[in-house]
């Protein structure tokens, strides 16, 4: 904990895109990156587990025919004194503790995933989400384009479907659309015909594909640029019925896991919740922290149909943070309505405890927090 600096050296060929983009996409920085190309601030970002992006285009500097590039990174992962106002109870960083206790989180750091570096023309496809229906083989596809350009573009859009392991389409819909400067978001829907369903002993995926050109997306060689971004995704029917869970008809019984991609193996993670959901202490910055964290994790894996359940706290005490949950679900459902979303939490522990501790446990400004990896007490779904 405390503060880290990374740099990196990169010389770069020339964009083969006219009015083209150097984009920087880091998968994951805890807690919170500052990014410098060039001595040239090029953006921030806080909360450790969400990627992000920041475009270095105009901070970039020609060396002859190349790009150079000196990239800086500083890391700031709090502790109990704060560095910059930020102190660690006061971020989203689930059960992390200084010093390290049993049943608690190492607060550790840093750049902890991929860092790439992306060469993109003007107008390109910024982020992708696809919902397949089961009953009907419909997938709804939105994506959002970006238009980098100082004036409207003329983008033609193509989606594809495909299994995702053998790669042939079987579906393809294409779409003209006026893109303004800045993100325009384009609805589509493709069919899939006799759609083979997502389990646990067959995690058949499929592949929606989004490939956007424009009129002001021109190569160097004066040829059409494209951009493409592809996510996975399954069809599956899942539901509560009778008091049981359900997988395509199938009854299941439900033992949890917090995180992870467990879609191509077949594994159910049932429930997810984000770093904010657990040990957010109240602080002036707590509704933007605790909003930034769930809907980061929602843009992140909502095309993963191993997903059933979002979370919204685990183990939280009435008090601020827990009422602000509450109020958060329409923001929540708003990005994603295909899922249940459970508040993992029923006032936790205050039921148990005589009434004066009980008031002391409810404190909005200090959750009670000892890292407990129990999941037996009860908790509230809503669809």
Known sequence: HGVAWYWREVMLPPNPHRDGRYLLRFWAVDYKADVWVNDVHVGEHEGGETPFVLDATEALRQVGNLSHGRVAVRVLNPTNEPIDGIVLNETAHRNKVVPYGSGSAWDQGGIIDSVELRVAPPVRVEDLFVRPDWKTGAVRAQVNVRNALPQAAQAHLELSVAPAASGETVTVATIEREVQPGDTLVEAELKVDKPHLWSLSDPFLYRVTARVSSDGSVGADGSVSADEHSVRCGFRDFRFEDGWFRLNGK??????????????????????????????????????????????????????????????????????????????????????????VMLNSGRWNAARRPPAERRSSSSPTRPTCRGSTATSHCGATTR
Request: hydrophobic share 40%; net charge negative.
């Open 251 to 340: 009854r299941l019984y439900l033992r949890c896991s917090h995180t992870g991609n467990c879609c191509p193996v077949g594994l159910l993670m049932a429930y997810e919740e984000a770093y904010a959901s657990w040990c957010l202490a109240d602080s002036p910055k707590m509704g933007e922290r605790f909003d930034e964290s769930l809907l980061g994790m929602v843009r992140r894996d909502r095309n993963h149909p191993s997903v059933t359940i979002w979370g919204l706290l685990n183990e939280t005490p009435d008090g601020a943070v827990f009422r602000h949950a509450v109020d958060f679900l329409p923001n929540l459902r708003a990005l994603d309505d295909s899922r249940l």
